[in-house]
T-cell receptor, first 114, second 111 residues
Framework: DADVTQTPRNRITKTGKRIMLECSQT?????MYWYRQDPGLGLRLIYY???????NKGEISDGYSVSRQAQAKFSLSLESAIPNQTALYFC?????????????FGPGTRLTVL | RKEVEQDPGPFNVPEGATVAFNCTYS??????FFWYRQDCRKEPKLLMS???SGNEDGRFTAQLNRASQYISLLIRDSKLSDSATYLC????????????FGTGTRLLVSP
């Protein structure tokens, strides 16, 4: 089984809809991240969490919110989706105790906003 | 200017060729450096870290030049399975784990 899972893997939605992307991990890592990837722009950090009580904005947090329900779960919400939020979204984890700089990514969620 | 810049490619090479990718970064305070590999429509995965002394892992060699703020990746004896996008990644602060990703260089290895 995958260590970092994301649901759904693909989603098509309409402008104005509320969408939640979910991430779960079995690696036991404290730190979790949400990124989006767009052609020509690379991966950009949306939000990150260093533990259940610690949530921080990344470089492109506008239009997004997150919830860290447990150490293993980190959800990303789009309260009112817009077309320029069409992208590939990745969740990632890292281990405070282990190799600090290596992040482990989930398989991604491809989101299309019409 | 992007904080991490890479030539997007694609680099088209035959099997067995040697290919080199370059990357520059603008933040001189950057602490650590990596190459990640991303297959088409898949998640990025760590390929190797990059150290000032240079490091090698099989057919892959990574180099860092802090004075020039330049990182390189050399792949020898290219295999078809090396076809992927290679992401140059920089961590500004080892305590913070905020990775900055380049847009990637695409490699296509042909028979």
């Amino acid at each position: 089984d995958a260590d970092v899972t994301q649901t759904p893997r693909n989603r098509i939605t309409k402008t104005g809809k509320r969408i939640m992307l979910e991430c779960s991990q079995t690696k036991g890592h404290d730190r979790m991240y949400w990124y989006r990837q767009d052609p020509g722009l690379g991966l950009r950090l949306i939000y990150y969490s260093f533990d259940v009580k610690d949530i921080n904005k990344g470089e492109i947090s506008d239009g997004y919110s997150v919830s860290r329900q447990a150490q293993a779960k980190f959800s990303l919400s789009l309260e009112s989706a817009i077309p320029n939020q069409t992208a590939l979204y990745f969740c990632a984890t890292s281990d405070l105790q282990g190799r600090l700089d290596e992040q482990f990514f989930g398989p991604g969620t491809r989101l299309t906003v019409l | 200017r992007k904080e991490v810049e890479q030539d997007p490619g694609p680099f088209n090479v035959p099997e067995g060729a040697t290919v080199a990718f370059n990357c520059t970064y603008s933040n001189s305070a950057s602490q650590s450096f990596f190459w990640y590999r991303q297959d088409c429509r898949k998640e990025p995965k760590l390929l190797m870290s990059v150290y000032s002394s240079g490091n090698e892992d099989g057919r892959f060699t990574a180099q860092l030049n802090r004075a020039s703020q330049y990182i390189s990746l050399l792949i020898r004896d290219s295999k078809l399975s090396d076809s992927a996008t290679y992401l140059c990644v920089v961590n500004r602060d080892t305590g913070f784990q905020k990775l900055v990703f380049g847009t990637g260089t695409r490699l296509l290895v042909s028979p």
